[in-house]
């Protein structure tokens, strides 16, 4: 079956981190770009952070620019999410999605179609 699962999410303190793991089935990921999606209870869902095929180039959106890192590792089939600093803005449910074109765009402008059950990502005190 072909997939990508989320996992690493959890309950954290405001200031603490998590590691988000999106990991690949039934297909490879080293021919798309991923991106990190997340929504917020009563909001739409978010582009978070996007990275193109060979990792060359990565984009956040500006409220997780300097905590949040995107990484790759396609022998492992897989992408994550460092976060560090978290708050709770960050709250939310976190998706990954594969995608082509730009990297830039497919953070901006949110994919259709379905998705997988996310990971919760719950910041309070």
């Known amino acids: 079956q072909v997939q990508l699962v989320e996992s690493g999410g959890g309950l954290v303190q405001p200031g603490g981190s998590l590691r988000l793991s999106c990991a690949a089935h039934g297909f490879s990921l080293d021919r798309f770009i991923i991106g990190w999606y997340r929504q917020a209870p009563g909001k739409e869902r978010e582009g978070v952070s996007c990275?193109?095929?060979?990792?060359?180039?990565?984009y956040y959106r500006d409220s997780v620019k300097g905590r949040f890192t995107i990484s790759r590792d396609n022998t492992k089939n897989t992408v994550y999410l460092q976060m560090n600093s978290l708050k709770p803005e960050d709250t939310g449910i976190y998706y990954c999605?594969?995608?082509?074109?730009?990297?830039?765009?497919?953070?901006?402008?949110?994919?259709?179609?379905?998705w997988g059950q996310g990971t919760q990502v719950t910041v309070s005190s």
């Open positions: 990275i193109s095929v060979g990792a060359g180039y990565t």
């Open positions: 999605a594969p995608g082509i074109g730009s990297v830039q765009d497919m953070c901006v402008n949110v994919p259709s179609g379905s």
